[in-house]
């Protein structure tokens, strides 16, 4: 998609799409439940998906947590980036 998308802009471009470690940086990623291996899928410049309905944003809710807990008995939930710094400075 990204090759196609550049290629709409710059005919004849070559596009190579590298990202280094790419394997083990999907490992902490929701990759494997969404069926994707073997590497990260790239979403953009955030790499932040926003749910497009309410339906979506709880079963990222609930992904989320899951993998979490496969972590830690222990979970945090605060709002926006001033949050989660007093969050990570809680400890």
């Known amino acids: 998609m990204i090759e196609k ?4 802009f710059l005919k004849g471009a070559d596009v190579i799409v ?3 470690e790419g394997e083990e940086i999907a490992k ?3 990759n494997r439940r969404l069926k994707i291996e073997g590497g990260i899928s790239i979403l953009g410049t955030t790499g932040i998906v926003k749910p497009m309905s309410n339906e979506a ?3 990222t809710i609930f992904m989320e947590l899951e ?10 939930l605060c709002f926006g980036n001033h ?6 400075k809680r400890d």
């Open 83 to 88: 949050g989660e710094d007093f969050a990570a």
């Open 67 to 76: 993998l979490k807990r496969e972590k830690s008995d222990e979970v945090v």
């Open 28 to 30: 902490k990623t929701f």
């Open 5 to 8: 998308e550049v290629r709409r």
């Open 57 to 59: 944003l709880l079963k």
């Open 18 to 20: 590298f990202a280094p």
